[in-house]
């Protein structure tokens, strides 16, 4: 276990798709695999986010998930679980779990049952984890995915939190789907050491030329070495057309729902079928959208190199 | 620890508010306290709903509270604790634990992470927390609250779970805001055994000519006796009396964020300050807003009977 601080997270991350078994256990042996592959892809480990289906796991399912990792081998430095909660005591709990454990950073989600909560309520509930943890390791990158939470993060908030925790607060993935709010961020937090993560790969590329630190994405789960690349080369010739090509591929995932699609072509191209199990209120795609997404991705030349040889070591 | 099945629960219950300490941990004994309050009033305990600030407790916590309450020698027939989370994995849990201390119910919400998802989804939720727990004294009472969780429950699905499980699914609270919705599922239900409980005392009457089986409603923490009173009196002359009177002291406190000044009223007329804490993202009323709160209560003849001799028994 490491004591030491991790170096700052930058890069590509994927939120790690999570495998179920038949009765909707989650699938640590899967989950292992999958991880590995995608850090063969340089691409780092945002586990538990909202493609994770984080959100559908127990606060046990997860720890017990993060430690098999790190049992693994994995490199707790590339980690950075989902563990911001409704509830204050689940946050407190699963961020002390995953610093211990020497996770290089956690995304922390605001509390998304009450709609319409001040600024004021979210300074508090970051201010009291991160008091109650006690942790200068402690590094949090706040998650703004207002399309899901309904809770969106102000700016004066983040400056606020930032003022007052320098130590703890170290960036944001940010889903707004707005790039004026991104824009906005990356203004005004450039050089201050808060870290700008792209919450999709669409707008890697604007990212990082408006001073960003990577990117956290749906598609990095299987697309992952193409992505990484654009993040290395952002700066040459031809990242416009690496942009655009990142972008047709998720054109065709975006045909269907996210998270079954993402498991679908896993399953498919890892020749796993059992990877296409999602927990409910999600469910899996029908075989006939299973048939459109993989001919299209096949069509286009698409592939997971690497992954059907790893499922089947 | 009963192993028969209770009688089914009807008329008026409260979302029941939950205290914490000055460290933000559950306050057990001023909750037993309230409780009894209320189930003297004749209002049965709708715990850990979203008035209770239920979300905001980790699934220990809240089982931890349960436990107190039966400990206490309070009727776990008379209570229905909030039990629908995010992760199926929880909501087996907490259900499975109401049903084995003989709770008369349980309430549930749909997993409210993800938006836009299906009925089919919704449905296998359901299912799959039904077939898991595996327990013919399971009651499941839906959980229909769209303004927070931006999840609606469809009449489609109710039919679909009735269908397959009519020993589980006993009834709904229905937070819709919609009276058109609340008229269509009174009237599609009616005589079925299905349940269905305003999920406010302002349209109590109007569920009760309807043929519904009471109210579940965060004013029934502060103003118990008068609700319960027109639950049982809603075919004499003076309901529509009744009713004024209650949406009156409503109109009071929803000039407020409801859970605080629920909260504050109960400081207020039990004595005890420390009652008006809320866990973060909530935040507590200002001194103007508390005042203001008290003094048109009071200016309207409230207060709430008995609290302060119970508070300092």
Redesign the interface.
């Known amino acids: 276990m490491s004591r030491s601080i991790a170096p700052r997270i930058k890069g590509v991350l994927s939120p790690v798709v999570t495998p179920f078994k038949s009765d909707?256990s989650p699938d640590a042996e899967r989950f292992v695999r999958h991880c590995r592959w995608l850090l063969s892809n340089n691409v780092g480990l945002a586990v538990f986010g909202?493609n994770s289906e984080g959100?559908?796991?127990?606060?046990?399912?997860r720890m017990a998930l993060l430690e098999r990792l790190v049992e693994a081998g994995i490199d707790p430095a590339r980690m950075m679980p989902g563990t911001g909660c409704?509830?204050?005591?689940?946050s407190v709990?699963l961020s002390s779990h995953a610093v211990k454990l020497g996770c290089g950073g956690v995304l922390m989600l605001?509390?998304?049952?009450?709609?319409g909560?001040?600024d004021?309520?979210?300074y508090?509930?970051y201010a009291?984890i991160i008091e109650q943890i006690g942790d200068a390791r402690l590094r949090i990158y706040l998650y703004q995915i207002p399309?899901?939470t309904?809770?969106p993060i102000s700016v004066a908030l983040i400056e606020r939190l930032l003022k007052n925790y320098p130590q703890n607060i170290a960036g944001i993935k940010d889903t707004s789907g707005d790039w004026s709010y991104t824009k906005t961020v990356l203004d005004a937090f450039r050089g201050s050491g808060f870290d700008v993560f792209a919450g999709t790969e669409t707008i890697l590329l604007a990212t990082m030329r408006g001073g960003g630190a990577g990117c956290i994405s749906a598609t990095a789960n299987v697309n992952p070495a193409p992505i990484h690349s654009l993040f290395k080369t952002w700066e040459g010739s031809d990242a416009d057309a690496q942009q655009e090509s990142l972008n047709a591929v998720r054109r065709v995932f975006q045909k269907h729902p996210m998270i079954p699609a993402l498991k679908q072509a896993i399953a498919h191209w890892s020749n796993d079928p059992g990877w296409s199990k999602v927990?409910?209120?999600?469910?899996e795609l029908s075989n006939d959208q299973a048939s459109v997404l993989v001919a299209e991705l096949t069509q286009r030349g698409f592939h997971m190199p690497g992954l059907r040889a790893l499922a089947e070591a």
């Open positions: 909707y909202t959100n559908s796991l127990s606060v046990e399912e409704c509830a204050i005591s689940d709990r605001p509390p998304f049952y009450y709609k909560v001040s004021e309520g979210l508090r509930n009291q399309p899901v309904q809770v927990r409910p209120p999600l469910v």
